[in-house]
């Protein structure tokens, strides 16, 4: 089972930046959509951002301009990132990393929490 690691949550203040990555292992998420869902309490799971295998990036609305996805593929090791700058108390969620292969299978990473507050 393909896995996803996440970390770099935390509490931070509004204004400050925080910094995700997701660990993929295993080449076969270099050719995999990569993507940040987040879910706050009593929400859905919503798509923040993702990235294709070639590049191309799509945003929530709400964090264009704050949130940049980047990924390394490294071979075997591949990791990709979710840089959050201005951060707002809105954000609070627990982040979570996908893959979606071209098979449609999915993987998820067990998550991490975000919390925006003063």
């Known amino acids: 089972q393909p896995q996803l690691v996440e970390s770099g949550g935390g509490l931070v203040q509004p204004g400050g930046s925080l910094r995700l990555s997701c660990a993929a292992s295993?080449?076969?998420?270099?050719?995999?959509?990569m993507g940040w869902y987040r879910q706050a309490p009593g929400n859905q799971r919503e798509l923040v951002a993702t990235i294709t295998s070639s590049g191309s990036r799509t945003y929530l609305s709400s964090v264009k301009g704050r949130f940049t996805i980047s990924r390394d593929n490294m071979g075997y090791k591949n990791t990709v990132y979710l840089q959050m700058n201005n951060l707002k108390p809105e954000d609070t969620a627990v982040y979570y990393c996908n893959a979606a292969f071209t098979s449609g299978d999915r993987s998820w990473g067990q998550g991490t929490q975000v919390t925006v507050s003063s």
């Open positions: 295993g080449s076969i998420f270099r050719l995999a959509t």
